[in-house]
């Protein structure tokens, strides 16, 4: 095994992959495969977005809004970013507060 990985400048931890396709399907195993994951991420519900949006317009951290939604940090900050939201300089302005000095 050593000798072919190095011969092929790989690892032998492939070479042991290549020779498990190769006893399980014959040549065929040994033919290129797509690197395509076999699944793809789910969309989150249009509900979700809307909600972390909601929260992210009154000015909430990511860490909050996951907090409050009882949802992964990560996937917050993932929607966020990919709305644009990830500056508190993308939110709009904040009414300023009529409240009486």
Do not use: C, N
């Not at 949006?53 to 970013?81: C, Y």
């Not at 009414?95 to 000095?101: G, N, Q």
């Amino acid at each position: 095994m050593a000798q072919v990985a190095r011969a092929f400048e790989v690892s032998e931890t492939t070479v042991r992959k290549w020779h498990k396709r190769y006893q399980q399907e014959g040549l065929s195993g040994l033919r290129d495969r797509s690197s395509r994951p076999r699944r793809l991420r789910h969309s989150h519900p249009t509900e979700r977005i809307l909600e972390i949006v909601a929260l992210r317009q009154r000015r909430l951290t990511g860490w909050r809004i996951a907090r409050v939604l009882g949802m992964p940090r990560s996937t917050v900050a993932r929607v966020v970013q990919r709305l644009g939201l990830g500056r508190l300089s993308h939110l709009k302005t904040p009414k300023p507060s009529t409240a009486p000095l």
